[in-house]
Nanobody, 124 residues
Framework: VQLQASGGGIVQAGGSLSLSCVASGTFHSISYMGWYRQAPGKERELVARISRLGDTEYAASVKDRFTISKDSAKNTVSLQMNSLKPEDTAAYYC???????????????????WGRGTQVTVSS
C-alpha cells in the first residue's frame, strides 16, 4: 500500500495549512488513517488519527486547532491545521494501517504503511 501526501509549507503563527494523503494499492480494508509528526531532536508523535468508523483521536497539544477527516471512497485522509504555532513545526507523516486480501477476498495479514514526510514550518 503506497501513500502519497501533499500540502504543508511555511506559514506565520496563527495561520492555517492543510495536509492530504491518499492510499493506493490493493487491500481488503483500512483500520486507521492518521498523521504523525517529528520535530528535529524529538521522537515521532501521534498528531491525529481516525478509525474506519470515524472515531477520532488527537494529541492534547493540537486538540481544538486541528481537524482530521477522511473520504473512505477515495482512501484519503486530510488534516486541517488552524491557529498554527511555532511548536507545530515538524515533518508530518501520513500513516495508514489495515488488512490486505487473504485467500479469495477474505481478510489477510495486516499492513502498516507510512508516507514520506511533508514539512510544516510555522514562523513566529
Amino acid at each position: 500500500v503506497q501513500l502519497q501526501a501533499s500540502g504543508g509549507g511555511i506559514v506565520q503563527a496563527g495561520g492555517s495549512l492543510s495536509l492530504s494523503c491518499v492510499a493506493s494499492g490493493t487491500f481488503h480494508s483500512i483500520s486507521y488513517m492518521g498523521w504523525y509528526r517529528q520535530a528535529p531532536g524529538k521522537e515521532r508523535e501521534l498528531v491525529a488519527r481516525i478509525s474506519r468508523l470515524g472515531d477520532t483521536e488527537y494529541a492534547a497539544s493540537v486538540k481544538d486547532r486541528f481537524t482530521i477527516s477522511k473520504d473512505s471512497a477515495k482512501n484519503t485522509v486530510s488534516l486541517q491545521m488552524n491557529s498554527l504555532k511555532p511548536e507545530d513545526t515538524a515533518a508530518y507523516y501520513c500513516s495508514v494501517n489495515g488488512l490486505l486480501h487473504g485467500k479469495g477476498w477474505s481478510p489477510g495479514r495486516a499492513f502498516d504503511s507510512w508516507g514520506r514526510g511533508t514539512q510544516v514550518t510555522v514562523s513566529s
